[in-house]
């Protein structure tokens, strides 16, 4: 079974999410970009209201949208997230330049780091390799351009199997997320990850990811992927 991940800006749309049956809560503000960040109070205090109710739900975080070099940032960043007591703390690592001296950073920070790949120009194999062998928690395959195009548009969906068997095979926990939405079951529904994410698709379609989630839309896609075995 596919568990659903809902991407939530305050504590009204958690409870919302929590209360229609996603299994994953992650706070982030898309108004501040792909993965941008919850003021760290604001995190504190969404986690201690969720934890109250719902004891054992899984919450991760993101700590904003940064270069692959701000290393001192990024560290700040994600200690300041974790010791909000989320679960998981998100980061996003685009390919290129700096992108695996990146990865083998976040691993050796005091925290649990699930890496974001932004695959917006298709999946990096040799990145999602490394971050499997690194022995992160989980791995987020992501897009960073909010443009209309989804994750499957941008990636080639063997390539992208292809890294998910071989994190698997290392016992690593693997998510989709990119702007995804019904076109696209079939195809989660085919890679059957752990996890799929979302936010633009559990909002009001007038009103696009940066609107206001409705539950409804939270409890339709978590039937659909309970159906995805």
Sequence with gaps: MTALLASVRSADEAFDAADAGAELIDLKEPGAGALGAVAIGDIARIVGALRARYAVRPISATIGDLPNDAL???TARV???AATGVDYVKVG???GAGAFACLRHLASLPAAVVPVLLSDDGVD???AALAAQLGFVGIVFDTASKDGRTLFDCVDVGALAS???DARKRGTMIAVAGSLRWDDLDRIRLLAPDIA???GALCDERDGRTGRLDPLRVEKWVRALHLAR
Excluded: K
């Design 79 to 81: 200690l300041d997230v």
């Design 197 to 199: 994410g979302f936010r």
């Design 125 to 127: 194999r040799e990145l």
């Design 93 to 95: 690592v685009s390919p």
């Design 163 to 165: 890294c998910i068997g």
């Design 72 to 74: 001192d940032e990024m």
